[in-house]
């Protein structure tokens, strides 16, 4: 089977919008990570859902795991209100933005390779050339890969 066969249709947001939104969105869908778009609703990233509850865990707590077992409750209960005010694009990791794409033409391995090699949930394919290059098909979750994969079994 080929990428555009386990291609599904996928929730979005865009890189400008509340990170608030896009943690709405993880869990009234229940979501494994987002796409995010950019403004021209191109795919420009993927926000695996672990990387957002990381945004939540302030800096010196991940740099000593000991000081997670001294913040009492409703403490916790108010770690999402770090993100008020900022950005989806200000929740991504720093550098070059995480978006692992594979075309239309990959196969069912090769998708399960890069979904392996990467750490992802979740590949977009776009299309790879041609006036349409970079427009997405739909998305591939590990679970849609999975599915595909016990079938033939």
Known sequence: ???????????????????????RLLV??????VLVV????????????????????????QEDPLLAEVIDEPHADRLCRA?????VADCLPLGRP??????????AVEIAELMARLRTPLVAVV????????QLIGVVTATRLLQYLLQAA
Request: charged share 25%; hydrophobic share 30%.
């Open 127 to 134: 299309e790879p050339s041609g006036p349409d290059q970079g």
């Open 1 to 23: 089977m080929r990428a555009r066969d386990l291609a599904e249709p996928y929730s979005s947001i865009r890189s400008d919008a509340d990170a608030v939104e896009a943690v």
């Open 38 to 61: 950019g403004p021209t609703g191109r795919p420009y990233a993927i926000l695996p859902a672990s990387d957002l509850v990381r945004t939540l865990v302030p800096g010196y707590v």
């Open 28 to 33: 009234d869908q229940r979501l494994p990570g």
């Open 98 to 107: 995480y978006l692992p794409t594979t075309g239309p033409d990959s196969t």
């Open 83 to 87: 993100l008020r005010g900022r950005s």
